[in-house]
């Protein structure tokens, strides 16, 4: 799983307004059939490019216990509590990376969509309040992080997104992260981009830009 601590970032996001508030039994996670994740709860369909990896759900809870360990560093406490906040709040509904974990590449780009349950914080009522509850927690950690850019509207699909584009210096790379937010049904929807050059941003965006939402 070699620098795939940029979900470190994610973690964090997420986690920025953790009352717990729990998933409701209905929740649809979604699920990828012939190149396509469809999510029914939040009513979207994403093109998945076939030649990049789907992370399962073992996987996937490997890599937030490695970041949820990052963050809290030495602290068990914290990382319990961190850990129990996620696990209740956050639906992971799918990762995406272009390489299968464990392989040899200084770093593995991905596509990660998450969303957290917002039904008991007054606090959120748009997408830009989201985002600034998750650069208040991101402040509060020792990550070497560059806000680049925040637009109150950005289309993707038929709906705009609040946008926050970051860079995060880790293990020498310089990682670029879109982040998009989007707020439905009382969830934040959140799609984080993770990338270090042109050519795989391309490919993301490849995937994005079909995004039907």
């Known amino acids: 799983m070699k620098n795939t601590f940029y979900l470190l970032i994610v973690v964090v996001l997420l986690s920025a307004c953790n009352k717990s508030k729990g998933i409701p039994e209905h929740f649809d996670y979604g699920h990828v059939e012939n190149g ?3 999510n029914a709860f939040f009513k979207f369909k994403f093109p998945v490019d076939t030649t990049w990896s789907v992370l399962n759900e073992k996987e ?33 509904m799918l990762a995406v990376f272009k390489y299968k974990l464990g ?5 593995n780009p991905s596509i990660v969509i998450n969303a957290e349950n917002l039904r008991e914080n007054p606090d959120v009522n748009t997408s830009i309040d989201y985002l600034r509850f998750a650069k208040k927690a991101l402040d509060q950690t020792a990550m070497q992080i560059e806000y680049v850019e925040e637009k109150h509207k950005v289309k993707l699909g038929t709906e ?5 584009k970051l860079k995060n ?26 990338y270090t050059n042109a050519e795989d941003k391309s490919e993301i965006y490849g995937m994005i830009d079909k995004l039907k939402i």
Do not use: M, P
């Open 36 to 38: 396509v994740y469809d």
């Open 160 to 164: 705009n997104f609040g946008f926050l």
């Open 169 to 194: 210096t880790l293990n020498g790379y310089e990682i670029t992260q879109d982040y998009y937010v989007l707020l439905r049904h009382g969830f934040a929807v959140s799609f984080t981009l993770s």
């Open 103 to 107: 392989s040899t590449t200084n770093f």
């Open 60 to 92: 996937n809870a490997a890599i937030y216990e490695l970041g949820e360990k990052y963050i809290a560093k030495d602290n068990d406490a914290y990382q319990k509590e961190l850990k129990k906040a996620i696990e209740i709040n956050v639906a992971k």
